[in-house]
């Protein structure tokens, strides 16, 4: 069965700092797909990166970086110098990939990021 | 505008009362997914849809049904509603050759 790990339940920092949330995730499919997701506290939800399982290559978007390894089923997601608009709820998923990227998505529980001025 | 809309937004109703949350989309996206969100459960998907005439079940499918006539509407029904179907819910949809997935704003269904 699939599952994702986010265990950090919470976090804080101190604005400027950097900041990764970590993702394990367990699968027995070859071809999948990963995701990182930002709920803020409006509460609406923002598709952030999707990756797929034959790409391990780092990804970086501005300030937003992303560390996929397969040896360790990881997916980690980091943000460097940490703004208070960072502050959210971020959400790691899996899916299979019968059909495409949003097949049977489970999602981790989320991390909540509290960055302080 | 990219947009994914949701109707309605908010909703009380009672237990066995048949509805139907709407969802449209505007960017011509063959992919659609509705997820739930419940404190201390997290996020679930589910049904999703790859096409018109053309879905599958996600996580959570019990109580729920779905349909795709038309590529930019994907409704979810839900027959019989009871209390625990109590939630936010989010519709999404996505193009297979683009990577990105828009949200809708959610909606928060209360079932008494």
């Known amino acids: 069965a699939q599952k994702v790990t986010q265990a950090q339940t919470e976090i804080s920092v101190v604005e400027k700092e950097d900041v990764t949330l970590d993702c394990v995730y367990e699968?027995?499919?070859?071809?999948?797909?990963l995701f990182w997701y930002k709920q803020p506290p409006s509460g609406e939800l923002v598709f952030l990166i999707r990756?797929?399982?034959?790409?391990?290559q780092n990804e970086i978007s501005g300030r937003y970086s992303w560390n996929f390894q397969k040896s360790t089923s990881s997916f980690n997601f980091t943000i460097t110098a940490s703004q208070v608009v960072d502050s959210a709820v971020y959400f790691c998923?899996?899916?299979?990939?019968?059909?495409?990227?949003?097949?049977?998505?489970?999602f981790g529980p989320g991390t909540s990021l509290s960055v302080i001025p | 505008e990219a947009q994914v809309t949701q109707n309605p937004r908010y909703l009380i109703t009672v237990t066995g009362k048949k509805l139907t949350v709407t969802c449209s989309q505007n960017?011509?996206?063959?992919?659609m997914s509705w997820y739930r969100q419940d404190p201390g459960l997290g996020l679930r998907q589910i049904y999703y849809?790859?096409?018109?005439?053309?879905?599958d079940k996600g996580d959570v499918p019990e109580g729920y049904k779905v349909s795709r006539k038309e590529k930019r509407n994907f409704p979810l029904i839900l027959e019989s509603p009871s209390p625990n179907q109590t939630s936010l819910y989010f519709c999404?949809?996505?193009?297979?050759?683009?990577?990105?997935?828009?949200f809708g704003p959610g909606t928060r269904l209360l079932v008494l």
């Open positions: 999404a949809s996505s193009s297979t050759g683009t990577e990105t997935q828009y």
């Open positions: 699968t027995r499919d070859t071809t999948y797909y």
């Open positions: 990756r797929n399982s034959f790409d391990e």
């Open positions: 998923a899996l899916s299979e990939a019968n059909y495409g990227s949003y097949d049977k998505v489970i």
């Open positions: 960017m011509n996206h063959e992919y």
């Open positions: 849809s790859m096409n018109v005439e053309v879905t």
